[in-house]
């Protein structure tokens, strides 16, 4: 079980981590950060751009706005306009976890999953750590395709980030 500490923790780490990718993209052209490197999102902006996506569809369904419209696949082929995003959402998901209340991390949540046609009901704890183990995942990818690219993210560890 975790709790809103936990939360606001993970949500510092996000924003700091994401901040940290987004700047060393940032050293990329288009064309490299674009360019399909055999990834499971085909490239380092694909796999940019799936994080904002599934973090969205994530934070919408936690706080009742629907999802109806999202569709997997790529939301921004602008640099740009995925930073911002990015940027506005890290806010977001910050704000939301320090609002997270005990009792509702202790109840089950229910959802349906596009991605496997699917309802499911989950202690919503659980799917909290999902949110911010999804992201660290495909942020691992990210890492290693800035690499193969030339560039270093710098340290990735969680005791890294400053005030931690």
Request: proline fraction near 3%; hydrophobic fraction near 40%.
């Amino acid at each position: 079980m975790i709790d809103r500490a936990y939360a606001t923790t993970m949500a510092a780490y996000n924003q700091w981590m994401n901040a940290k990718l987004y700047e060393a993209a940032a050293r990329l052209g288009d064309e490299q950060r674009k360019q399909d490197r055999g990834a499971f999102f085909k490239s380092l902006h694909g796999t940019l751009d799936h994080i904002v996506s599934a973090d969205m569809i994530w934070l919408y369904r936690f706080t009742g706005r629907s999802i109806e419209h999202f569709q997997m696949g790529e939301r921004y082929s602008d640099f740009a306009e995925l930073r911002a995003q990015r940027e506005r959402l890290d806010a977001e998901i910050s704000a939301w976890a320090a609002s997270l209340d005990p009792a509702w991390l202790q109840s089950d949540f229910a959802y349906f999953s596009k991605s496997y046609n699917a309802h499911y009901s989950k202690p919503a704890w659980l799917l909290v750590v999902h949110l911010f183990n999804h992201q660290t995942h495909h942020r691992g990818q990210a890492s290693d395709l800035l690499m193969q690219l030339g560039v270093d993210p710098g340290a990735t560890d969680l005791p890294a980030m400053p005030g931690s």
